[in-house]
């Protein structure tokens, strides 16, 4: 809950005003498991709040630790569902990738979540338990919105999510700490520019739109050209970083072809560009570009005046594709059925 639907709370079980700022305390400093723990609560007042409420967090039922310190966390939601988040460690970082779907709806060709379909949206405080049930929580120094399932497609828990991340009440992280990706889902990606300060991570993947249409089907729905249109609106130049991911897929999307038209399609543009290695998912033919093919994109792309880096894999002897691990615990409950 944010701060002013807990005031509500406070005042529709008619307690004093101020039990408002001491619960949000407990919540979102103190990070309590139970309401008994929120001991400058009265008796009285906290018996209140266990008649119709819940706090606390609930720990991953399932983990896989990478040889290179990648941490995958499975976490089991309602309806016999499951989502994963997962813990990247690099020198000063600490970085979270964190789910906003179980499963999702726009099926791109190279994401095995996508193979799983939708099942819903996940609420605030099922998204939020990744982020602060992990033994990493303390530590971590970054967030991203890029693991199971379009954030923008479920735009209300999400800004719900950002507020209590970014608000003095809340965790009262920098913005700047926060990273949300998106396929370029126009209506969410326009509220979330206006609400929020935190950076922006539009997935490309080619600068071509029908070769874009065959990775990703919602190029039909939002066209790559529009939504480069709509963000030109915005001043990125400052604070608010926007970077395009870009999967490299050998013979498909990597070569100087390819660059040329991105440096095109992107002039004027104050932006920066990651370039992804494919991680290879059951019954997709796709292959990731080599080593050399992916430094020369680089180069060219650096060369006209394009940041541009080549994001480092990890965890990848731990199913590094999101969505595996929860597809197989679907699997195996199955099979139990």
């Not at 990744?130 to 971590?140: A, H, M, V």
Request: charged share 25%; hydrophobic share 40%; with cysteine.
């Amino acid at each position: 809950m944010s701060a002013s639907e807990i005031t509500e709370v406070v005042e529709s079980l008619g307690m004093p005003r101020f039990t408002a700022k001491q619960i949000v305390f407990w919540l979102y400093e103190k990070r309590v498991n139970s309401i008994d723990e929120m001991t400058d609560l009265s008796k009285v007042n906290r018996g209140k709040l266990l008649e119709k409420y819940d706090v606390g967090y609930v720990a991953p039922v399932q983990e896989m630790r990478s040889v290179d310190g990648t941490v995958k966390y499975l976490f089991a939601t309602s309806h016999d569902s499951s989502v994963e988040a997962v813990y990247i460690p690099d020198k000063e970082r600490a970085t979270l990738c964190v789910s906003s779907q179980v499963g999702c709806k726009m099926n791109c060709l190279f994401c095995m979540t996508g193979k799983q379909g939708f099942t819903r949206n996940l609420t605030a405080n099922e998204i939020l338990n990744q982020i602060i049930s992990i033994p990493e929580s303390r530590t971590l120094t970054n967030l991203v919105f890029m693991g199971m399932g379009e954030p923008f497609d479920n735009i209300d828990e999400l800004m719900k999510v950002l507020s209590i991340l970014t608000s003095e009440w809340g965790f009262a992280w920098s913005p700047k700490r926060i990273t949300v990706s998106t396929i370029g889902h126009r209506v969410g990606m326009e509220r979330f520019l206006k609400e929020s300060d935190c950076h922006l991570a539009v997935s490309l993947h080619s600068p071509f739109p029908v070769e874009r249409l065959s990775l990703m089907p919602v190029e039909k729905a939002y066209p790559e050209y529009e939504i480069i249109e709509k963000l030109r609106q915005y001043d990125f130049s400052k604070q608010r970083r926007l970077s395009f991911e870009y999967i490299m897929f050998r013979g498909l999307n990597d070569s100087l072809r390819h660059a040329e038209e991105l440096v095109r399609l992107l002039k004027g543009l104050h932006c920066r560009i990651n370039l992804i290695r494919f991680h290879a998912i059951p019954d997709v033919a796709l292959r990731t570009s080599d080593e050399s093919s992916m430094v020369q994109f680089r180069n060219y792309l650096t060369r006209k005046g394009i940041i541009c880096t080549i994001r480092s894999s990890r965890g990848e002897d731990i199913f590094a594709a999101c969505g595996m691990l929860s597809t197989a615990r679907t699997q195996k409950m199955k099979l139990r059925e």
